[in-house]
């Protein structure tokens, strides 16, 4: 069973920048794909962003697309979320996941397609 853990969240300015990390331990890293979601208070868990097991296909939410990058390092069991000119509408718990079958090539972008999931980490934009 895959162990996730998020960190890098906090309180930042309309404009500003988080960069959240997500460190995985319990199988071998490099053969899963890792996704990020999140959940605003009063809605339901959104996608974000996801990145292939070998980092080189990336998939963004359309409301993210252009501000947040996504990326791994598979020698530090550790995928990133970069998030650029942040929105108050960007404030939400930020959750990384990852699927249960190794080696997808596929884009995968529904909660449904991850079966082990962080604790989350709190992301709050201020205006």
């Known amino acids: 069973q895959v162990k996730l853990v998020e960190s890098g969240g906090g309180l930042v300015q309309v404009g500003g920048s988080l960069r959240l990390s997500c460190e995985a331990s319990?199988?071998?890293?490099?053969?899963?794909?890792m996704g990020w979601f999140r959940q605003a208070p009063g809605k339901e868990r959104q996608f974000v962003a996801s990145?292939?097991?070998?980092?080189?296909?990336?998939n963004y939410a359309d409301s993210v697309q252009g501000r947040f990058t996504v990326s791994r390092d598979n020698a530090k069991n550790t995928v990133y979320l970069q998030m650029d000119s942040l929105k108050p509408g960007d404030t939400a718990v930020y959750y990384c996941?990852?699927?249960?079958?190794?080696?997808?090539?596929?884009?995968?972008?529904?909660?449904?397609?991850?079966?082990?999931w962080g604790q989350g980490t709190q992301g709050t934009v201020s205006s």
């Open positions: 996941a990852a699927p249960s079958r190794p080696f997808i090539f596929g884009a995968l972008k529904s909660a449904e397609d991850f079966a082990s």
């Open positions: 319990g199988r071998t890293f490099d053969n899963y794909a």
């Open positions: 990145i292939n097991w070998r980092g080189a296909s990336r």
